[in-house]
DNA sequence: GGCTATATGTAGCGCGGCTACTTATAGACG
DNA sequence: CGTCTATAAGTAGCCGCGCTACATATAGCC
């Protein structure tokens, strides 16, 4: 997967991985690569600031505890944020059928 | 459509584009509009300087034609840009594969 | 002591799509 | 003729954001 191929869809992922949960930022990562099979590994410095990003942004808040000895900062979503998750999911589905018209439109389309 | 999230795909659409024709620039950002229902409005100054990129990447060849009095530069595919169309809609499928599931996966996901 | 896993974070790079602009011709309209 | 729109190609430079490469800290195992 190249790295580009993100670019503005990474706020829609971790909205959703938030979707009726709440995860600390490590936790997230992990989902996500369970949820993709793999396929998507966001090295920490790409998801912590987006966190932080989604948080001044009022998509979501945080809270810090301490599990076992660690600091964890866990995120939830705020009500703009479910908002903001519906509209990205629904511009996903717009997006995912604009490039799919193109992509296949080519040859075999049939007005 | 927010512009960040063409980033990486713009070449599969290009491609696509070109495939089994050969078309100008200012055709083809006419063709995507028209073959995305009006999603697509790309700015010469997003496509020009794609389809430099590809022909130096050798996946386009370009030639110079004067119709109507007006200069066209026209591209078609080479080998390698059709091997690379196929190697983007595959990509393609992945990604929105990937995505899908972790944006739909929320909830409603079954094992 | 050293290693791995867990957990959070920052500084700065790099790139590519976008904005804004320039140049040029044909044709329509008054 | 002057002006406007459509057609056609191009460049300079901005800007955002995901990434690389670090730094920091604790728990637990050997």
Redesign the pocket.
């Known amino acids: 997967m190249k790295?580009?191929a993100?670019?503005?869809?990474?706020?829609a992922l971790l909205l959703a991985t938030l979707d009726g949960r709440q995860l600390?930022?490590?936790?997230i990562i992990e989902a996500l690569q369970e949820g993709s099979g793999g396929a998507l590994d966001?090295?920490?410095?790409?998801v912590?600031?987006?966190?932080?990003?989604l948080e001044r942004a009022g998509h979501v808040v945080s809270d810090w505890s301490t599990?076992?000895?660690?600091?964890?900062?866990?995120y939830k979503l705020t009500q703009a944020g479910q908002r903001a998750l519906n509209a990205e999911r629904s511009a996903w589905r717009e997006f995912t059928t604009v490039i799919d018209g193109v992509l296949g439109g080519g040859k075999w389309a049939q007005t």
Chains 1, 2 share one sequence.
């Open positions: 790295p580009d993100l670019r503005g869809h990474l706020d600390h930022g490590y936790a966001l090295p920490t410095g790409t912590y600031p987006a966190l932080r990003r599990v076992g000895g660690r600091k964890r900062r866990t």
